[in-house]
């Protein structure tokens, strides 16, 4: 994956809550474009897996039982400055912290439920797109 690109998943609360939609368009408002897009369910392993830098962190086991609850939607979206930006269009991990506007403030329910991933580095857009798509599966 270019430099340019980034990975998200739409997380379950926000899926459940029917907010896909709307969290989908505000992406796209914001000049990201889609270039890979599945609705999926992790496993508690997968999860564990996908989260494996966290696995020394209090929350690991919650966070991993959260994320396999139920559906996500995962992208990989493409943009000038696609890490940096999306992480600003999402805010603060926790949305008492979020800037006014951003995706966590408008849609998050706690700091574990907070809606949206937005992966932290380019090489760990490149590792976690991969993670969830083929190159068949991805605009090239
Ligand atoms: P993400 O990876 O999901 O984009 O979120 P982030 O970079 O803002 O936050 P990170 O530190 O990578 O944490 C990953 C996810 O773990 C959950 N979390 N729970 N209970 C807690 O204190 C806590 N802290 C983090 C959140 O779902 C967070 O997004
Ligand atoms: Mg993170």
Redo the contacts with the bound molecule.
Sequence with gaps: MASNRTFT?I?PDAFAEGNSGAILKMIEEAGFRVVALKATQLSAALAGKF?AV?KE???YN??CN?MSSGPIIAAILEKDNAVADF?TL?G??NPAEAADGTIRKLFAKS????A?????SDENAEIEGSFFFSQLERIK
């Design positions: 998943m997380k989260y966290h962190r209090p929350f919650d966070l959260y992480r999402i603060a991990t700091i574990e439920a907070n949206v991933h937005g992966s932290d």
